[in-house]
């Protein structure tokens, strides 16, 4: 991290296995993830990491970060935009 910078709040870091998925705006599953700012709360954007800590996605958290790491079951995060997805240009009205 940068020298005198706060540390990244609402942050969730997914497993390899499922980042392919996330990329493309899939949700977030709570097995999936690795580890999460414990200070999460639902209904918060969030973003989403690889392994590596590069983003992949950003969206709303449907759990707490606490939930997320020890759920096995359920939504963690929906995606709003994944890195892979395309962004639709919209064309001027007339």
């Keep these: ?3 005198g ?6 942050w969730v870091k997914v497993a390899a296995e499922a980042e392919p998925f996330v990329r493309r705006g899939k949700s977030v599953f709570a097995k999936h993830v ?3 700012d414990k200070e999460i709360r639902p209904q918060e954007e969030v973003i989403v990491t690889n392994q590596d ?3 992949i ?3 709303r958290a449907w ?3 606490k939930e997320m ?3 096995q079951r359920g939504v963690a995060v929906r995606i709003r935009r994944g890195l892979a997805e395309e962004v639709k ?3 001027p009205r007339v």
């Excluded at 910078?5 to 609402?10: H, I, V």
Aim: net charge positive; no cysteine; proline share 4%.
């Design 1 to 3: 991290m940068f020298e």
């Design 5 to 10: 910078a706060k540390a990244p709040r609402l």
């Design 34 to 36: 690795m580890d999460a």
């Design 53 to 55: 800590n590069k983003v």
């Design 57 to 59: 996605a950003v969206g």
């Design 63 to 65: 759990l707490t970060g």
């Design 69 to 71: 790491k020890a759920f």
């Design 89 to 91: 240009k919209e064309t």
